[in-house]
């Protein structure tokens, strides 16, 4: 039986996971936790193989969760399971020592697939994002470009986005990201810039040649 832990803040995604894993062969859930700090002490507690884990978590995110358990817990594999696909959460995430990548729109299969995979020492992750891993490991990816008011190059490139008018369902598919994602480097882009619309960042996005 493969021991697992899952870490979602959210209690209903929690729980649902915690269900729909108890019902699959070969596969324990052990705990549950709330946060990356929770999810640490419950990781060592259960003796858990696998920990299911979400990035966006409050206190120690999941990330710097990952990183704890591969510091201290090194036997113990990680596998997200998240909303955000995008390049830095997904980099920053196999950086911090995570064997998987999953988003939360994978199926019951696909989940146990990748739990199992971790478990026995392979690297798994969502066949949408492994070909923006190959490109940047061949050094195929576009260079980076600097962004004023600490917008994040994905932030950049989604607002540039906006400026050719995609919509947010347009911007989703052309990054394979989802809708959520894009959602939330919009909200966070009009914080930084201080934009109330879409005009205003668009506006933005002219006056400092963030525009294609």
């Known amino acids: 039986m493969i021991r697992v832990l899952v870490a979602d803040d959210q209690r209903v995604v929690r729980e649902g996971l915690a269900t729909l894993l108890g019902l699959l062969e070969g596969i324990e859930v052990v705990g549950q936790a709330a946060d990356g700090e929770e999810a640490v002490g419950l990781a060592a507690q259960t003796r858990a193989d696998v920990v299911l884990m979400d990035l966006n978590m409050p206190g120690l995110d999941?990330?710097?969760?990952?990183a704890r358990l591969a510091a201290e817990q090194p036997g113990v594999k990680v596998l997200v399971l998240t909303t955000y696909a995008d390049d830095e959460n997904l980099f920053a995430a196999l950086r911090a020592g995570a064997r998987g990548y999953l988003t939360k729109d994978?199926?019951?299969e696909a989940i146990a697939g990748a739990i199992r995979d971790v478990h026995e020492g392979r690297s798994h992750v969502d066949p949408a994002l492994q070909a923006r891993l190959v490109e940047a490991a061949v050094g195929g990816a576009a260079p980076e470009r600097a962004a004023p008011d600490e917008l994040t190059?994905?932030?950049?490139?989604?607002l540039a986005l906006i400026a050719d008018g995609l919509s947010n369902a347009e911007i989703a598919e052309r990054l394979v990201v989802s809708n959520a994602t894009v959602k939330t480097h919009i909200n966070r882009i009009f914080m930084k810039i201080g934009a109330r619309?879409?005009?205003q960042a668009v506006r933005y996005a002219f006056e400092h040649g963030l525009a294609g």
Request: aromatic share 0%; no cysteine; glycine share 12%.
């Open 106 to 108: 994978a199926g019951a």
């Open 62 to 66: 999941g990330t710097a969760a990952t």
């Open 197 to 199: 619309d879409r005009a």
């Open 153 to 158: 190059p994905r932030e950049a490139e989604v």
